[in-house]
């Protein structure tokens, strides 16, 4: 079955604790990004990922890390967490962007509710 | 400074009827406009895409316009079931620019029966 999956589902940490959240992809998508949604901001970008070694910011990059060592792998890292960083928050995966319209369906992971104290 | 908005945070409709939710957006030269579902506690799921030079698009039930000289997307979603409630987000891909994909906040839609 075609997916994106995150892992934890649910995680409670306390500040400056480091903590990663993987995302893994089966569909050989090339693009890949990381959002986080808050009540009454919506869904924001932090990072993207063209393709393999091609990361890039997205609208709140301040606090996270990211990587892309493989295709199928975009795992989120947030070195010192605060509390600030609590949201939920989805990876997503396309084929990729621009050209032929199926290439921009993003696909979504079923998200990671992230709790700083 | 660029927007894009939904037009009311939560849309309450009777079952049967057509729900129609706005998408605006000021200052973005979108490619496309994309439509997604949310429900509680879940991944938005994709519905519908509409390019610029498209003025429609219908997927069974579902009907989006797009008017790039309004710059506004309207989705339709006629003969509505209480299991169409949900969160309803359009979101427009930029080909350009840092954030190639920007999302509106969603409208709430509850379907009563």
Not at chain 1, 65 to 81: G, M, Q, T
């Amino acid at each position: 079955e075609a997916q994106v999956t995150q892992n934890p589902r649910y995680l409670i940490t306390v500040t400056g604790k480091k903590l990663t959240v993987t995302c893994s992809q089966n569909m050989n998508h090339e693009y890949m990004s990381w959002y986080r949604q808050d009540p009454g901001l919506g869904l924001r970008q932090i990072y993207y990922s063209m393709n393999v070694e091609v990361t890039d910011k997205g609208d709140v990059p301040e606090g996270y890390k990211v990587s892309r060592k493989e295709k199928r792998n975009f795992p989120l890292i947030l070195e010192s967490p605060s509390p600030n960083q609590t949201s939920l928050y989805f990876c997503a995966s396309s084929l990729g962007r621009g050209g032929a319209l199926a290439k921009n369906i993003q696909y979504f992971g079923a998200g990671t509710r992230l709790s700083v104290l | 400074s660029q927007k894009i908005e939904q037009n009311s945070e939560a849309l309450n409709i009777q079952e049967g009827k057509t729900a129609t939710l706005t998408c605006n957006y000021t200052n973005y030269s979108p490619a496309y406009l994309q439509w997604y579902r949310q429900d509680p506690g879940r991944g938005p799921v994709f519905l519908l895409l509409i390019r610029e030079n498209e003025k429609e698009k219908r997927k069974e039930r579902l009907k989006v316009t797009f008017d790039t000289t309004l710059k506004q997307s309207l989705f339709h979603i006629t003969a509505s079931q209480p299991a169409d409630s949900a969160t309803y987000l359009c979101a427009l891909l930029i080909l350009s620019g840092n954030t190639p994909l920007v999302f509106g906040k969603g409208t709430r839609l509850s379907v009563i029966a």
